[in-house]
């Protein structure tokens, strides 16, 4: 099952207006990375953020990361039609084995409109 | 330097051939993953190799998916008497992979393949 699932689905925007994507988990990690991907071909990695962590900014980009509530939020301000693509989450979990592995979810389409 | 790189970008097969699909990783990198991603739809984690380790063969949907690699060098994917339900792009990712913990992975552009 996806580990981490991405809120809303589908957003559109106008550009110069803020986007914030959310996304939640279900089990303990060591990390939470955002990825980009266009016209879906490879992923772009935006973005990690360590558990111990609470937020982290990259340019126009604003990650924070709730713990206990198990959930993450990727902000990008200031938006521009070059952001259209679609923005997963994914998760590396800890211990069990597995801890080399990203799960991702669905995803997020964002629509930056002219 | 260059990215990971993937052939072909594009595979056209009729259902019951079988087809191979090529990653070649960032040189230096220890860790070569392979994901299937159906349209509209997250990454499916398909296999995982680190060095000379065993791989993690968890992800492999049926016995008709198997995937090589030699060493950090280059790995093949390869699919054995496609079906339709096969047709997706296929994304290989490599990563420095030192100690416990994931980090960034860089992807290839992906292989869209398209089963008749």
């Known amino acids: 099952s996806q580990q981490g699932e991405e809120d809303p689905q589908a957003l559109s925007i106008q550009e110069g207006e803020n986007a914030t994507m959310n996304c939640s988990y279900k089990?303990?990690?060591?990390?939470l990375q955002w990825y980009r991907q266009n016209s879906g071909r490879g992923l772009v990695h935006l973005i990690l953020?360590?558990?111990?962590?609470r937020e982290k900014h990259s340019g126009r980009l604003r990650v924070t990361l709730d713990t206990s509530k198990k959930s993450s939020s990727l902000l990008i301000t200031a938006s521009r039609a070059a952001d259209t693509a679609s923005y997963f989450c994914?998760?590396?979990?800890?211990?069990?084995?597995?801890?080399?592995?990203?799960?991702f979810g669905k995803g997020t389409l964002l629509t930056v409109n002219p | 330097g260059a990215g990971v790189s993937q052939s072909p970008s594009n595979k056209v097969t009729e259902k019951g051939k079988d087809v191979e699909l090529r990653c070649d990783p960032i040189?230096?990198?220890?860790?070569l993953y392979w994901y299937r991603q159906r349209l509209g739809q997250g990454l499916e984690f398909l296999i995982y190799?680190?060095?000379?380790?065993?791989?993690?063969k968890s992800g492999l949907p049926s016995d008709r998916f198997s995937a090589e690699r030699t060493g950090e060098s280059v790995s093949t994917l390869t699919i054995q008497r496609t079906q339709q339900e096969d047709s997706a792009v296929y994304l290989c990712?490599?990563?420095?992979?030192?100690?416990?913990?994931?980090?960034?992975?860089?992807f290839g552009p992906g292989t869209r393949l398209t089963v008749l």
């Open positions: 994914a998760t590396n979990p800890t211990g069990g084995g597995s801890n080399y592995k990203l799960t």
């Open positions: 089990t303990s990690i060591n990390n």
């Open positions: 953020i360590r558990s111990n962590e």
């Open positions: 040189s230096g990198h220890t860790a």
């Open positions: 190799f680190q060095g000379n380790s065993a791989p993690d």
């Open positions: 990712a490599s990563a420095r992979q030192r100690g416990a913990g994931s980090g960034e992975q860089f």
